[in-house]
C-alpha cells in the first residue's frame, strides 16, 4: 500500500510542479534535447500501469527481461564496433568522445548508465541457465561489462561496482555462503587501493599506457567534470532555496539555473555550454519537484527495497541491483528517456515478481475490470502518440532536413522545412528560436518578430527570448536596451549578453557603455587561448 501512495504521490507532486511553474507549457511537454516534461513522465506511469495490469502471468515478464538483456548484448556489440572497427562506423564516430564508445545512446555517459542496469541481470540468466545458455550468457555479461570499460565512465563504474557489491552481500548472507559474503567486502576495498596505486603511480608507462588507468587519473581533463560539480552544486542549493517545496518544474532546470550560475562554470566547462541537469539526482529532484518531489522518489525507492528484499528469487535481487547501481553512478550524472523506461519496468517487474498471488499485490482479478483498465491505458497512450509523438518525430525530421537543403538547396527551402517543423510541434520554442534567428539573417525581420513571439508565449522566462529579441530591435532601429537587461537580469553570467549589447550600443554611438558592456563580456570569459 505504501509504494502505490508513493507512486501516485511522485506523479502528483509532478503534475502539480508543473501546474505552478515559472513556465508551465515548458514544465508539461519537456525541453527540446530532453523531452523529459511532465507529458513524458505521463507516459511512464501509463507503462508502468500498463505493466502491472497487463500482465497476469510472469512467465510473459520474465520473457520481457530475458528480451531486455539480449537488446543489452546487441547495444553492446554496436559500442564494441565503435572501438574496434571504427571504418565500418563512420556515422558512430566516437572521436568527438576521445575514443570512448556509446553505441546507440548518443553519449558515453548514457551508455554506461544504461548497461549498469543490465549486467545484473546477465548474471543472473549465467546462475539460472544450464549447459549452452549458460555459455551464452556468460559471453553477454562479459560483452557488457567490457562494453562498459570502453565508456571510460567513472559514474557508470563505481555505479557497477556498488550495484556488483549489493548483489553480492544479499546473494551470499542469503544463501548462508559466509565466507563469499566476507569475501565481497573486500571489493570497494580493492577499488580504493587501485585507485590509490593509479594516482601514485601517475607517471609511470603502465598507467599513461592504458587508456582506462589514465582515465582515473586525478588531473588535467580527468578532473574538469569534478571541477564542474563542485562549482555547480553550491548555486543549484542556492536555487533551490528560493522554490523549496515544489520547485521549479519538470525539465525547467536550465530555465531558472542560469540565473544563479556563476561565471567559474565559464572558466571549466565548454563556452558555450548550458548546464540543464545537476548531475546528481536528488538535487536534480528537489530542483523540479522540490522537497515534496524527493520525499515521494525516496518513498518509491524505499518500499520497493523494503518488498524486493524479502523476496528470494534471483531475478529481482538482478532487479534491485540494477536499480542500486543507477541509484549510485546517478549521484554524479542524471537519467535520460531510455534510462527512466527501465526504471518504471525494473520497479513493476519487482512488484509482479514478489508476490506469488494476484491477490496479495491488491489487483483485482475480476475480468472485465482488467479488460476495461487495459482498453482506456492502451487508448490514452495510443491517442498520445498518434496526436504528439508522430508529429514531434516528423517535425525534427523537417528541422534535419533543413541543415541538408541548406547546401543542397539554399537557405530559402532551409526557411520553408523550418516553418513546417513550427507548424508540426508548435510546443517547442527551440525551433522557433532557429527560425527566428534565420529570419534574421536573412533581413527578414517581421517573419523573425513573429516567431520570436511564438518562443516567448511558450517561455518568457528563457534568457535567449530577451536575448534574441533584443538583438532583433537592435537590428530594427527598436529600443533593445530593455530586452538586454531582462536577459542579464535571467542569466547573469551569459557573457554573449553583454557582447551583443555592447555591438548594439557601439551601433548607435554609445561608445562608453559600449566598452562598459564589452569589459564586463570580458571580466566573464577566460583568456581566449583558454577557452573550452
Excluded at 542496469?117 to 546462475?127: D, G
Excluded at 561489462?145 to 556488483?164: C, D, K, P
Aim: glycine residues 6%.
Amino acid at each position: 500500500k505504501f509504494l502505490w501512495i508513493a507512486i501516485f504521490g511522485y506523479f502528483l507532486v509532478m503534475f502539480l510542479a508543473t501546474l505552478f511553474a515559472d513556465a508551465p507549457l515548458l514544465s508539461f511537454w519537456g525541453a527540446y534535447f530532453r523531452l523529459q516534461g511532465f507529458y513524458t513522465i505521463l507516459h511512464y506511469l501509463l507503462f508502468f500501469l500498463l505493466l502491472v495490469f497487463g500482465i497476469s502471468d510472469t512467465k510473459i515478464l520474465r520473457g520481457m527481461i530475458v528480451l531486455a538483456v539480449l537488446t543489452s548484448f546487441l547495444v553492446s556489440l554496436n559500442g564494441l564496433l565503435q572501438y574496434f572497427l571504427p571504418n565500418y562506423m563512420d556515422f558512430w564516430n566516437i572521436d568527438k568522445f576521445l575514443g570512448r564508445i556509446f553505441s546507440t545512446m548518443g553519449h558515453p555517459n548514457y551508455l554506461g548508465t544504461y548497461l549498469i542496469m543490465m549486467i545484473p541481470l546477465s548474471f543472473v540468466m549465467f546462475l539460472k541457465n544450464h549447459n549452452w545458455k549458460q555459455y551464452f550468457y556468460i559471453t553477454v555479461f562479459a560483452v557488457q561489462v567490457l562494453a562498459l570499460i570502453l565508456t571510460f565512465g567513472r559514474a557508470s563504474l563505481l555505479g557497477l561496482m556498488a550495484g556488483g557489491l549489493f548483489f553480492a552481500l544479499v546473494y551470499t548472507f542469503r544463501n548462508g555462503y559466509k565466507k563469499l559474503f566476507l569475501t565481497s567486502l573486500i571489493v570497494p576495498l580493492i577499488g580504493v587501493l587501485v585507485l590509490v596505486g593509479v594516482n601514485v603511480f601517475s607517471s609511470s608507462p603502465t598507467v599513461n599506457g592504458n587508456a582506462f588507468l589514465s582515465r582515473l587519473v586525478l588531473e588535467g581533463e580527468n578532473v574538469r567534470s569534478i571541477e564542474t560539480r563542485l562549482v555547480m552544486w553550491p548555486a543549484v542549493l542556492e536555487q533551490i532555496a528560493n522554490r523549496p517545496f515544489l520547485g521549479y518544474g519538470p525539465d525547467s532546470f536550465s530555465n531558472n539555473f542560469m540565473k544563479y550560475a556563476p561565471a567559474e562554470l565559464l572558466h571549466v566547462e565548454d563556452l558555450n555550454s548550458r548546464a540543464d541537469r545537476a548531475h546528481n539526482t536528488f538535487l536534480d529532484l528537489l530542483a523540479v519537484g522540490g522537497i515534496l518531489g524527493l520525499l515521494a522518489y525516496l518513498g518509491v525507492l524505499i518500499s520497493i527495497f523494503m518488498i524486493g528484499l524479502r523476496s528470494r528469487k534471483d531475478v529481482v535481487l538482478g532487479l534491485l541491483s540494477g536499480l542500486f547501481a543507477l541509484l549510485v553512478a546517478n549521484q554524479f550524472g542524471f537519467s535520460m528517456v531510455t534510462h527512466y523506461v527501465y526504471f518504471w519496468f525494473f520497479v513493476g517487474g519487482i512488484l509482479l515478481l514478489s508476490f506469488e498471488s494476484r491477490n496479495s499485490l491488491k489487483i483485482p482479478e475480476n475480468i472485465f475490470f482488467k479488460v476495461f483498465a487495459v482498453l482506456i491505458i492502451a487508448a490514452v497512450s495510443g491517442f498520445l502518440i498518434f496526436s504528439h509523438n508522430v508529429k514531434l518525430v516528423k517535425a525534427d525530421y523537417y528541422f534535419r532536413k533543413g541543415f541538408t537543403d541548406l547546401y543542397a538547396v539554399g537557405v530559402f527551402e532551409m526557411m520553408k522545412d523550418y516553418k513546417i517543423a513550427c507548424e508540426l510541434n508548435p510546443h517547442q520554442d527551440y525551433y522557433n528560436f532557429a527560425t527566428a534567428n534565420l529570419a534574421m539573417e536573412l533581413k527578414a525581420f517581421e517573419v523573425a518578430e513573429m516567431y520570436l513571439e511564438k518562443a516567448g508565449e511558450f517561455n518568457d522566462f528563457n534568457h535567449i527570448y530577451h536575448f534574441d529579441l533584443a538583438r532583433l530591435n537592435a537590428s530594427t532601429g527598436k529600443d533593445f536596451d530593455s530586452e538586454f537587461e531582462k536577459a542579464s537580469l535571467l542569466a547573469p553570467t551569459y557573457h554573449y549578453v553583454y557582447l551583443e549589447w555592447g555591438k548594439a550600443l557601439n551601433g548607435v554611438s554609445e561608445h562608453t557603455r559600449a566598452v562598459e558592456k564589452l569589459e564586463k563580456y570580458l571580466s566573464l570569459t577566460p583568456e581566449y587561448w583558454k577557452w573550452k
